[in-house]
């Protein structure tokens, strides 16, 4: 039990469409970082918010964008779904950028 | 570039060692970590080594880390059934995100 829950953890989208995910850190963790696992590969950084602005992005394009809340709660938004965007997402949080990280179960993202 | 590289698959039978190898990009990381993931799950801390380390050791896990060569293994002995998994090498990045960087996961499956 890692104290971080995302929900769903299962959903189907048509191509095209838009999705939001979520997830519910624990409280004090002011770091939230989310990755994308596709099928058969490692999990790869998609972007980080500190304190509610993003601090770090990685090699995924603008249709991925996330918010973060002051009750360290955040959400993962994908516009404009590819089927390429299926895939497990994973929320990580932390209390800050260096210290231990709590993964979530993961939202596996199927896109048809 | 950043690239953890694993090797794809690992067999063994019930009661040998396991050992699962990993190079990794960054020699200025500080953390190194190896994680676990079962069917349909998210990922598990299995233990991880601080890079002033040589040698980490967790019960049936032994870590070894080569700085020079930017080379880590994991050891599991006893390998039992319950062990079969995909497990993740991963460096922490040391540049403002601390980003996790995953290998491609090696599949591990143990034989009766």
């Known amino acids: 039990e890692t104290g971080v829950t995302q929900s769903p953890t299962h959903l189907i989208k048509t191509r095209g469409q838009q999705v939001t995910l979520r997830c519910s850190s624990q409280s004090g963790h002011n770091t939230v970082s989310w990755y994308q696992q596709a099928l058969g590969q490692g999990p790869q950084f998609i972007f980080q918010?500190?304190?509610?602005?993003?601090?770090g992005r990685g090699n995924f394009p603008p249709r991925f964008s996330g918010l973060q809340f002051p009750n360290y709660s955040s959400e993962l938004n994908v516009n404009a779904l590819e089927l390429d965007d299926s895939a497990l997402y994973l929320c990580?949080?932390?209390?800050?950028?260096?210290?231990?990280?709590?993964f979530g179960q993961g939202t596996r993202l199927t896109v048809v | 570039g950043e690239d953890v590289e694993q090797s794809l698959f690992l067999s063994v039978r019930e009661g040998d060692s396991s050992v699962i190898n990993c190079t990794y990009t960054?020699?200025?990381?500080?953390?190194l970590y190896w994680y676990k993931q079962e069917p349909g799950a998210g990922l598990q801390l299995l233990t991880y080594i601080f890079s002033n380390m040589d040698m980490k050791q967790d019960q049936r896990l032994t870590v070894l880390l080569n700085k020079k060569d930017k080379h880590l293994s994991l050891r599991i002995a006893d390998t039992q059934t319950g062990d079969s998994a995909i497990y993740f090498c991963a460096e922490r990045d040391t540049s403002g995100t601390y980003k996790y960087i995953f290998g491609t996961g090696t599949r591990l499956k143990v034989l009766a």
């Open positions: 990580v949080s932390r209390v800050t950028v260096n210290t231990e990280a709590f």
């Open positions: 918010y500190y304190r509610e602005e993003e601090n």
């Open positions: 960054d020699s200025s990381s500080t953390y």
